[in-house]
T-cell receptor, first 112, second 111 residues
């Protein structure tokens, strides 16, 4: 089982729709969680950090469910410019250091 | 945007040749990372550094070595490139080993 798993999609939704992605993680000791956005042939860019019970930034809301070990990203009133791949990332603590493990990403396509 | 550059941005090389990729940062961040990204695998950590001359292996380190002689530079070397190392390589930096900021990537093709 992968340490961080995402539905690869693609999600194809109309402009203005609300869309949600989930990301599950296997290490219950994980402390920090992140969502990144990656446009085609570009580098990942940090979208949101997810701490404690979650947070909101404009149209984007991230939630953390520690009991079920997943994080979610909700995008409201989606725009054409939201089309991208969304990567979740989880901080995992090993014996010598902590590392960020990335999911494989969920592709989102917004249609007019 | 964080000040991270990677060079070269594109490279085509032949099997068996050595290749060095460079990551340069102007943020004075402590941590630096090398990832490779392949379809179906997402981002996989190759090596990382937690200070000058302090490096450690990631999950896919075989065939790669790194060096960090200055805070701002982190080099990734493929001693003898193989076709399986054809990939997009991203460098990332972070201050607290949490939020990471990525460079623009290097597309490497090994023929």
């Amino acid at each position: 089982r992968k340490e961080v798993e995402q539905d690869p999609g693609p999600f194809n939704v109309p402009e203005g729709a609300t869309v949600a992605f989930n990301c599950t993680y296997s290490n219950s000791a994980s402390q920090s969680f992140f969502w990144y956005r990656q446009d085609c042939r570009k580098e990942p860019k940090l979208l949101m950090s997810v701490y404690s019970s979650g947070n909101e930034d404009g149209r984007f809301t991230a939630q953390l469910n520690r009991a079920s070990q997943y994080i979610s990203l909700l995008i409201r009133d989606s725009k054409l410019s939201d089309s991208a791949t969304y990567l979740c990332a989880v901080n995992v603590r090993y014996s010598s250091a902590s590392k960020i493990i990335f999911g494989s990403g969920t592709r989102l396509s917004i249609r007019p | 945007d964080a000040g991270i550059t990677q060079s070269p941005r594109h490279k085509v090389t032949e099997t068996g040749t050595p290749v060095t990729l460079r990551c340069h940062q102007t943020e004075n961040h402590r941590y630096m990372y090398w990832y490779r990204q392949d379809p179906g695998h997402g981002l996989r950590l190759i090596h990382y550094s937690y200070g000058v001359k302090d490096t450690d292996k990631g999950e896919v380190s075989d065939g790669y070595s790194v060096s960090r002689s200055k805070t701002e530079d982190f080099l990734l070397t493929l001693e003898s490139a193989t076709s399986s190392q054809t990939s997009v390589y991203f460098c990332a930096i972070s201050e607290r080993a949490y939020e990471q900021y990525f460079g623009p990537g290097t597309r490497l093709t090994v023929t």
